[in-house]
């Protein structure tokens, strides 16, 4: 989303109603997931190779805002509602209605199975910033195309879920920084990720590692 559209949106919210209340307090904690179980109870789970190849339906804020009931004829009422009441927040970049939408959405439930905690706080109205303890198990197997498709996936994710022009990720071990790697919007939209090696893709981004050998 370009600073022109984003201003044109926020101009729409004006015209539609007051300010979504809340306030803009820069890293803000907005979302946290319950801590994933021990590995001993994890579940099985899919392919990993897949991960970063899917990701959740972008919310088209846009056409939640006009309209109070489904339009896509896929979305339920009660979700549909859930999200216009919060819609001319969201657009306008209101941190508040950020945290409403991630607490109800829950964008990274399907992902705790692949981490040992995960978090995600406000930078500003434009950024998010996801930051997931790794598990051991999985850095053991091949910890490159963990790290990164993970880092991938959430990006998706969040990008999905808010209007926002940038996700920022960090990985850690024990409190230890594996991995840093900031994501566009612009950079997303040129992506076909069912053909890409999520490790290049990262460092392509500009991703850094700081992992010991």
């Not at 549909?80 to 306008?92: C, D, M, P, Q, S």
């Not at 926002?164 to 992506?191: C, G, H, I, W, Y």
Request: glycine share 4%; charged share 25%; aromatic share 8%.
């Amino acid at each position: 989303m370009t600073d022109i559209r984003r201003s044109l949106l926020r101009g729409m919210a004006d015209i539609v109603g007051d300010l979504y209340p809340g306030e803009r307090a820069a890293n803000t904690a907005v979302y946290k997931t319950a801590d994933a179980p021990v590995p001993a109870q994890q579940p099985a789970l899919p392919p990993f190779r897949d991960l970063w190849k899917t990701a959740d339906e972008t919310i088209d804020w846009t056409d939640i805002l006009v309209s109070p009931t489904p339009t896509d004829g896929l979305t339920p009422p009660d979700k549909w509602a859930v999200y216009h009441r919060h819609a001319e927040g969201v657009l306008k970049g209101d941190i508040a209605a950020y945290l409403a939408v991630l607490q109800y959405e829950n964008p990274m439930a399907d992902l705790t199975p692949y981490v040992a905690a995960l978090d995600v706080t406000t930078v500003d109205a434009d950024t998010l910033r996801a930051s997931f303890a790794v598990r051991g198990d999985l850095m053991d197997k091949d910890a490159d195309t963990y790290l990164c498709g993970m880092a991938v996936r959430i990006a998706r994710d969040l990008f999905a879920a808010l209007p926002v022009l940038t996700v920022e990720v960090k990985a850690t071990q024990d409190d230890k920084p594996l991995l840093s790697v900031s994501f566009t919007r612009a950079q997303m939209n040129k992506v076909r990720f069912a053909f890409i090696d999520p490790a290049d893709f990262v460092k392509e981004c500009g991703g850094d590692f700081t992992q010991e050998e």
